[in-house]
């Protein structure tokens, strides 16, 4: 496997930079690292109670607070993703073909892929 110093040069992170912001305005809550999403969903980590509103869903009341209140309470939690990628990059022969540019398919994907991977990771 090839060193991320040899697949991205300084050149290129600074080519990519300002794509990091628009990338994480896309993905956002859609798919799933290690952050907390700003939406609110079913997960382990309890956020708080709001009071029942008709048309929320019974399955998410808070049976315990409702003996204890007499009122119907909906349990909130914070929703985490997690961004799962595979990257895959074609190493047939027909990835060695260079054209008049000079590099090769074979290396223009493994930099797109290192580049890809790069604005995930960030």
């Given at each position: 496997m090839a060193d991320v110093a040899e697949l991205?040069?300084?050149?290129?992170?600074?080519?990519?930079?300002?794509?990091q912001v628009l990338a994480r305005y896309v993905v956002e809550g859609f798919c799933s690292g290690l952050h907390s999403s700003p939406h609110?969903?079913?997960s382990v980590e309890f956020r708080e109670h709001r009071q029942y509103v008709q048309g929320d869903e019974i399955r998410r009341l808070d049976w315990k607070v409702f003996g204890k209140t007499d009122r119907l309470y909906i349990r909130e939690y914070e929703e985490e993703t997690n961004l799962r990628a595979t990257l895959l990059v074609d190493a047939s022969g027909s990835m060695n073909y260079a054209?008049?540019?000079?590099i090769s398919k074979f290396s223009y994907a493994t930099r797109l892929a290192a580049c890809l991977a790069y604005l995930m990771l960030r």
């Open positions: 991205l040069t300084p050149a290129d992170l600074r080519k990519i930079a300002n794509l609110k969903g079913f054209g008049t540019g000079g």
